[in-house]
């Protein structure tokens, strides 16, 4: 049984540029949840993707996106990129309707905008 | 607005005895709560949970106490061994139907615990 996969694991952008992050769920899991965690904070819920559809999100601006896929891996694309987007961003996979202690977080993709 | 907070930055325990770490929240709908543990270059891995019906849950070395009224939390970690050093987050939730989370977890900032030998 594998584990979340993240890709890259890091990543440096231009302010303004577009970026585009992978997870690859656990095997069996078919709701990823996106987090982004600034330095010495908590983690800040994006959204959730059940089935490929949005299924719940934060208090984030349209610019950021995300996708799932039918094999229930996922994308979290952030356009037009800010200072402010430089962060640990995380993914975590669960079996919808399974407590949330079945969540396995990824190790995260750090981002820093220049 | 931060609705879960961990005032205290750090702690620094010796092994063997007692590490207390302690959360606040504001939010009185979160009737679900849970505590992670964070390793430098890993995700969060999750450690306990309790639903709001309860006060206190166990599993093994690790405690957690919730005291509703006061809208606090603690995790006790008894006795604390050196591999108990990480960053703890504490996180909330609200319950579904079956009185577990739904997920779309609120954090609060972290306690870095040290547990010296």
């Known amino acids: 049984e594998t584990g979340v996969t993240q890709s890259p694991t890091h990543l440096i952008k231009t302010r303004g540029q577009q970026v585009t992050l992978r997870c690859s769920s656990q095997?069996?899991?078919?709701?990823v949840s996106w987090y982004q965690q600034a330095l010495g904070q908590g983690p800040q819920f994006i959204f959730q993707?059940?089935?490929?559809?949005?299924?719940g999100r934060g208090n984030f601006p349209p610019r950021f996106s995300g996708l799932q896929f039918p094999n229930y891996s996922s994308e979290l694309n952030v356009n037009a990129l800010e200072l402010d987007d430089s962060a640990l961003y995380l993914c975590?996979?669960?079996?919808?309707?399974?407590?949330?202690?079945?969540?396995?977080f990824g190790s995260g993709t750090r981002l820093t905008v220049v | 607005d931060q609705q879960v907070k961990q005032n205290s930055p750090s702690l620094s325990v010796q092994e063997g005895r007692i590490s207390i770490l302690n959360c606040d929240y504001t939010?009185?709908?979160?009737?679900?709560f849970l505590w992670y543990k964070k390793y430098p270059a890993e995700g969060p891995t999750f450690l306990i949970s309790?639903?709001?019906?309860?006060d206190k849950n166990e599993d093994g070395r690790f405690t957690v106490f919730l005291n509703k009224s006061a809208k606090h939390l603690s995790l006790h970690i008894v006795p604390s061994q050196p591999g108990d050093s990480a960053v703890y987050f504490c996180?909330?939730?609200?319950?579904?139907?079956?009185?577990?989370?739904?997920?779309?977890?609120?954090f609060g900032q972290g306690t870095i615990l040290t547990v010296h030998p």
């Open positions: 975590a996979s669960s079996l919808a309707g399974v407590d949330v202690y079945g969540y396995t």
């Open positions: 095997s069996g899991h078919n709701t």
């Open positions: 993707y059940y089935r490929e559809e949005e299924n």
């Open positions: 939010n009185s709908m979160f009737d679900y």
């Open positions: 309790i639903s709001s019906i309860k």
């Open positions: 996180a909330a939730s609200l319950a579904n139907a079956g009185g577990t989370s739904y997920g779309k977890l609120t």
